[in-house]
């Protein structure tokens, strides 16, 4: 474990082999009944690179005429998103620190292409509680900075079964994907990249 600045804590290996395989089947069962789609930037609607779904009572999407945000419900199905994962609310449990379950777990795939821009994760409520990064699959640059989109950056490469957790000073930092770098892991047969991210979006009452 290490903090690699106040609140952002980095776990390598959190999950071992056999236990990312397992959320990797779960994941394809998740597709399959909520399909990935691709977001869409505010306004522009300019497409992300990344494909996304989600599952848990809340899941973000994006789109151009109605920018970010949490909805219950799939943009292209209609449907309630699929349950979050046991093994991934026990991850929370055991890591986030905080009282109440996550809402969203949002799923981003990433080809081998793909890159995820510097941005600050802010359209939930609960800022209190961090954000859990689960990466799968294709290891990947993840640059991070401060506060203020002008600081300094630092990188670091994610690999397979890493967990990332970002809360306390630092829930509100920059951070992307630079990039994937192919063929780093053969946990997934098609390549690329899977990264799941838990978030608490509502204030507990
Ligand atoms: C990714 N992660 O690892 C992108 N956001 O693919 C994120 O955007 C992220 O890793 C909030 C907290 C942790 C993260
Ligand atoms: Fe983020």
Same mark, same amino acid.
């Given at each position: 474990?290490?903090?690699?600045?106040?609140?952002?804590?980095?776990?390598?290996?959190?999950?071992?082999?056999?236990?990312?395989?397992?959320?990797?089947?779960?994941?394809?069962?998740?597709?399959?009944?909520?399909? /990935?789609? &691709?977001?869409?930037?505010?306004? #522009?609607?300019?497409?992300?690179?990344?494909?996304?779904? =989600?599952c848990g009572?809340?899941?973000?999407?994006?789109?151009?005429?109605?920018?970010?945000?949490?909805?219950?419900?799939?943009?292209? &199905?209609?449907?309630?998103?699929p349950a979050i994962p046991e093994?991934i609310l #026990?991850?929370?449990?055991? /890591?986030?620190?905080?009282? =109440?379950l996550p809402?969203?777990c949002?799923? =981003?795939?990433?080809?081998?292409?793909?890159?995820?821009?510097?941005?600050?994760?802010?359209?939930?409520?609960?800022?209190?509680?961090?954000?859990?990064?689960?990466?799968?699959?294709?290891?990947?640059?993840?640059?991070?900075?401060?506060?203020?989109?002008?600081?300094?950056?630092?990188?670091?490469?994610?690999?397979?079964?890493?967990?990332?957790?970002?809360?306390?000073?630092?829930?509100?930092?920059?951070?992307?994907?630079?990039?994937?770098?192919?063929?780093?892991? &053969?946990?997934?047969?098609?390549?690329?990249?899977?990264?799941?991210?838990l978030?608490?979006? #509502?204030?507990? =009452?």
């Amino acid at each position: 474990m290490a903090e690699l600045a106040p609140g952002l804590i980095y776990l390598p290996t959190y999950f071992d082999r056999a236990q990312q395989q397992q959320l990797v089947e779960t994941l394809r069962d998740i597709v399959k009944e909520a399909p /990935l789609f &691709t977001p869409q930037m505010p306004k #522009t609607g300019k497409p992300f690179s990344v494909r996304m779904t =989600n599952c848990g009572s809340l899941g973000w999407v994006s789109d151009r005429l109605g920018g970010y945000r949490y909805q219950a419900h799939h943009p292209l &199905t209609g449907l309630a998103w699929p349950a979050i994962p046991e093994r991934i609310l #026990t991850a929370w449990r055991d /890591l986030a620190g905080y009282p =109440n379950l996550p809402e969203a777990c949002l799923v =981003n795939y990433y080809a081998p292409n793909a890159r995820m821009g510097l941005h600050q994760d802010r359209d939930e409520l609960a800022l209190d509680a961090p954000v859990l990064s689960v990466s799968l699959g294709d290891s990947a640059l993840f640059r991070y900075g401060g506060t203020q989109r002008k600081d300094r950056t630092k990188s670091i490469r994610l690999h397979s079964g890493d967990v990332v957790l970002i809360g306390g000073a630092s829930r509100l930092i920059f951070h992307g994907i630079e990039r994937v770098l192919p063929g780093t892991s &053969t946990l997934l047969a098609d390549g690329g990249r899977i990264n799941l991210t838990l978030r608490r979006v #509502t204030l507990p =009452n």
